[in-house]
Every structure is written in structure tokens, then in C-alpha cells.
């Protein structure tokens, strides 16, 4: 489902996306793009599918590794008082009991 209009609601995951998308997401896209303009590249294919698997999904996994390990202890401004998330949660973790 999609949600038509300016969100106000949800804004940090939503900040969250376009540095997914920016930091990584998008390169990925843009590569399979060009494999299926330039090599015919065809995603229902299941042969195809196993191929990207076998070749692409370690390196896929280690750049969304790469970015959660930087997202995780990046500061947050605002309510979080320039801390990352990992000081936030290793915080609150006590105080929760």
C-alpha cells in the first residue's frame, strides 16, 4: 500500500529509506538495470535469480552490514543529544530493567 501526501508522522524512517537509498540501494539498482538492458538480465527467470544469488547476494549483504554498522553509531540530533543509537540503547536497556 502507499500513502499519498506529505507524511509528518514518520519522518525518521523515512529519513532512514533515502540513506539506504543513497548510501547503497540505489548503486544495486542501477546495476541489475544495466544487466538486464545491456545482457538481458531477466528477473522471473530462475536460473537468472540463482545466478544473482550465488554472485551478488555476500556483496549485497556486506554493504547493508557496512551501513548498519554505520547507521548504528552515527549521532542523533535533537532528542537524542548527539549520542548514536547503540549509546541510546545501551542506556535505556538498564533503566528498563
Request: glycine share 6%; hydrophobic share 40%.
Amino acid at each position: 500500500s502507499f500513502i499519498w501526501g506529505s507524511s509528518t508522522h514518520n519522518t525518521q524512517i523515512e529519513c532512514l529509506w533515502v540513506e539506504v537509498g543513497t548510501q547503497f540501494a540505489r548503486q544495486w539498482k542501477a546495476f541489475f538495470l544495466r544487466l538486464k538492458r545491456l545482457h538481458f538480465l531477466k528477473r522471473k527467470n530462475p536460473s537468472h535469480l540463482w545466478l544473482l544469488h550465488h554472485l551478488f547476494l555476500d556483496s549485497i549483504n556486506h554493504d547493508c552490514a557496512d551501513f548498519q554498522g554505520n547507521w548504528n553509531y552515527h549521532p542523533i540530533s535533537g532528542e537524542g543529544h548527539n549520542m548514536s543509537p547503540v549509546v541510546c540503547m545501551n542506556l535505556l536497556i538498564p533503566l528498563q530493567g
